[in-house]
């Protein structure tokens, strides 16, 4: 199995598979640690796409 990474809530930081840190703590997981690094991207970035479908299904698709 290939290594996994999380990001621990508590530490603020990246941690692997050995982190004894409970699984309610920590955001993962993920393929590498640089992807790890940058969930908070991941999550405004698929936030912002979700954000748009609610307004287009609300409000139908712009310019119409």
Do not use: K
């Not at 990246?14 to 393929?31: A, L, N, Q």
């Amino acid at each position: 199995m290939a290594d996994q990474f999380w990001w621990c809530l508590d530490h603020n930081r990246v941690e692997g598979t050995d982190s004894t840190c409970p699984p309610d703590r920590r955001i993962g997981p993920y393929e590498s640690r640089e992807a790890a690094e940058h969930w908070r991207e991941q999550y405004a970035q698929r936030n912002e796409a979700l954000d748009e479908e609610d307004r287009e299904w609300e409000e139908g698709p712009a310019g119409e």
